[in-house]
Structure formats: structure tokens, C-alpha cells
């Protein structure tokens, strides 16, 4: 696919306001693009180090210890005890994966990728570096009789932190299986759940493409895609895995074992000790918890609203004007935004907040907002 035909990078297009929020006299707040800013925990700085000497080449699939305490994780937090070890392999980081995955599962010319049509912009780009048709839909029914080769779900969905039920992902299984679609669920924020009220019999966590209430018992024909960036601070480190039906893991191992996108050893070490201990996962949650009751009572406060945001480490926020008048009115305070349009036509109205800033810099963001 020749590399005009890719999109524009958004974030290029808010250097403007990211410069008038810099100019601020107590410095900018960037809430924009969502990169942690806490210290990466002990437990796995030390993993690091304790691989540190690692002169040979790493396995693509991952060691069968790794896959095996991916597993565990998926049982012990994610309803999903079935599970495959042969079905996990580590990612470098989980971007790559979205914008390479339909290219390492022969998608291409003459077929269609789908997506949410309020989404993370790397769906539409996978998409385009496969030279498939992306497309975007607000729901099942607009695929009609032409059904994609592969669908994405994201849930906890960024921008708007929306949740999807074991109902509403048992119905999209069902649909898939029927018309043979591949379907990936990006999952990343799953750990980060605010919702007060759950479907009986959910795990710790926001509901998987994977749980065994929306399977049926079978993998088969589906994917988990799941970072470790935000629950453990672990962005710098590209660290991510990919879990699901065995069938088509062995088929994204073997093209990426021609390709060498390999894991390096010491992350894969990291990965296994980050989904062996739920410990540090609760400590940054009630940071960020903290966080977002400080920030999302501000905007309230305010004038805002608040739409979705169940899960996640942002804030759907609108005051009825364009995304990017809202942008611009928040740079004058020195708080940077993300505007909704980067994420397709319906989120023209909204802004998406992060809450990955340190508490000094919340207070501050929520003190310009009501002062």
C-alpha cells in the first residue's frame, strides 16, 4: 500500500494548541495523549534487571511459561478459564498489533475490515496497510449481507469508555461465527473498570471476548488483544500479548517469525511477573480513581458533561461546541485535550480527557476549570 494513502497523523494537527497551552504561567496540563506518568512498580523494574543478560535470540511465540501464566491471568480476572497456553504470544506492545493484524491474517484487496465508527484511529489504518476496505459502523446491521473478513470491538472502548455486556458480545460471537468472520477485541483497559454495578457473575474486571458466558466453550475464530501499558505503567517497555483461538495464533507466530517481530527476552519476563501479581494493578487503579473523581467533579462543576466513561483512563466530555473550539477554549486555561474528531465523524462534539497526568497537575487543571 503506497504510504500516501495513510491518513495524516492527528496529533500533528494540535501543535497549535499544545503551544498555547505551554504558554500558560503555570505550565501546561497535558491530558491528551494518555501516556502513564507514574513510576513503573518495583516488582517489574526488577524483572527487567534480573533478565538484563540475554545474548540469545527470544521466542516469537513466547516461553511456555509466559503463555502459560498469560493463561492463569485470563482465568483468575477475565472469566475465562479456557484458555489455550498454544493460543498466547507476546506483542510489542499492542498498536503494532492492531495495525498489522490484518495484513498477518491475509486480509486484503476485495475485503473489508470493521470497526466501531467512534474508534481508535489504528483500526482504519490496519485496515489500509493491508489494502482492505476499512469500515466503520455504528452497529452489526450496517454490514448487512456483506460481512467483514475481520471485525474489531473495543472494550472498554477508547475515546468514550464504553463497556460492552457478556449479552451484547455473546450476540456479535454468534453473528461472526454465522457469516465466518474473524473477530478481535482490543481489551487494554480492561483492569481500569469504574462501573458501580455489575452482570451477575462478572469477574474482577470488564467483561472479555474471551469469557466463557460469551464462547460457548470455543475459542474458535476469536482474539483477545491486551497492554500491559496502562495497568502497569509499562508503555516504554512495548509489552502486550494476544490471546484467543490456537489456530489463528499459530498462524500470526509463523508470519511474524519471518518477519522478526519478536518480544525481547527481558520483556517477556516482565510480561509473566506483570500478570502474576495484581497487587500493583490495584495500587495504580486508586491513583488514577482518585484522578478521575478530582477531575471528572471539576469539568461537572463547570459546565460539562460526561458521557460513557465507564472504564478507562479518559474522560468523554462535551459542552455542546466543536471538538475543536473545546480544544482551544481548554488550551487558554493550559490543559491540553484530544478533540473527538480524531476518533471518526460522531465525536465532533467531544473532547477525550486523560486522567495520566501526576495529582499536582490534576489539581491544577481542575483548579483553572471552576476558577
Known amino acids: ?206 467483561p472479555s471476548i474471551l469469557d466463557e458466558r460469551v464462547t460457548g466453550g470455543s475459542h474458535e475464530g476469536l482474539l483477545a488483544v491486551y497492554s500491559l501499558s496502562k495497568q502497569s505503567n509499562l508503555a516504554g517497555y512495548r509489552a502486550a500479548f494476544v490471546a484467543g483461538d490456537p489456530k489463528l495464533v499459530r498462524q500470526l507466530v509463523q508470519v511474524r517469525k519471518h518477519a522478526g517481530m519478536i518480544v525481547p527476552w527481558p520483556v517477556q519476563r516482565v510480561i509473566k511477573a506483570a500478570v502474576g501479581d495484581d497487587a500493583h494493578v490495584a495500587a495504580q487503579k486508586q491513583l488514577y480513581a482518585a484522578r478521575r473523581a478530582q477531575l471528572k467533579g471539576a469539568l461537572e462543576q463547570a459546565g460539562w458533561r460526561i458521557d460513557h466513561s465507564d472504564a478507562g483512563l479518559y474522560l468523554w466530555a462535551t459542552e455542546g461546541n466543536s471538538c475543536r473550539e473545546s480544544v482551544n477554549r481548554l488550551a487558554r486555561l493550559g490543559i491540553l485535550a484530544a478533540p473527538g474528531d480524531f476518533y471518526g465523524a460522531a465525536g465532533a462534539q467531544h473532547v477525550r480527557i486523560a486522567l495520566t497526568a501526576t495529582d499536582e497537575r490534576i489539581a491544577a487543571a481542575s483548579k483553572r476549570l471552576v476558577s
Open 1 to 206: 500500500m503506497p504510504v500516501a494513502d495513510l491518513p495524516d497523523f492527528p496529533w500533528d494537527s494540535l501543535a497549535g494548541a499544545k503551544a498555547e497551552a505551554a504558554a500558560h504561567p503555570d505550565g501546561i496540563v497535558d491530558l491528551s495523549v494518555g501516556t502513564p506518568v507514574d513510576p513503573t512498580p518495583a516488582i517489574l523494574q526488577e524483572a527487567l534487571a534480573c533478565a538484563a543478560d540475554a545474548p540469545g535470540y527470544p521466542q516469537v511465540w513466547g516461553t511456555p511459561d509466559l503463555r502459560e501464566a498469560v493463561a492463569s491471568w485470563f482465568a483468575r480476572r477475565r472469566n475465562a478459564p479456557g484458555v489455550d497456553p498454544d493460543g498466547v504470544m507476546p506483542t510489542i506492545g499492542s498498536k503494532e498489533l492492531v495495525a498489522w493484524l490484518p495484513t498477518l491474517l491475509g486480509v486484503g484487496p476485495g475485503e473489508s475490515v470493521g470497526f466501531p465508527q467512534l474508534a481508535y484511529p489504528t483500526y482504519d489504518v490496519g485496515a489500509r496497510i493491508a489494502g482492505a476496505t476499512p469500515t466503520p459502523a455504528a452497529g452489526l446491521l450496517q454490514y448487512g449481507p456483506t460481512a467483514p473478513k475481520l471485525l474489531w470491538l473495543n472494550t472498554p472502548a477508547n475515546p468514550h469508555g464504553q463497556v460492552l455486556p457478556v449479552d451484547h458480545l455473546a450476540k456479535v460471537v454468534a453473528w461472526a461465527r454465522d457469516r465466518g468472520v474473524i473477530v478481535a477485541s482490543d481489551e487494554c483497559y480492561a483492569e481500569l473498570d469504574w462501573r458501580g454495578e455489575r452482570q451477575e457473575g462478572d469477574g474482577p474486571t470488564t
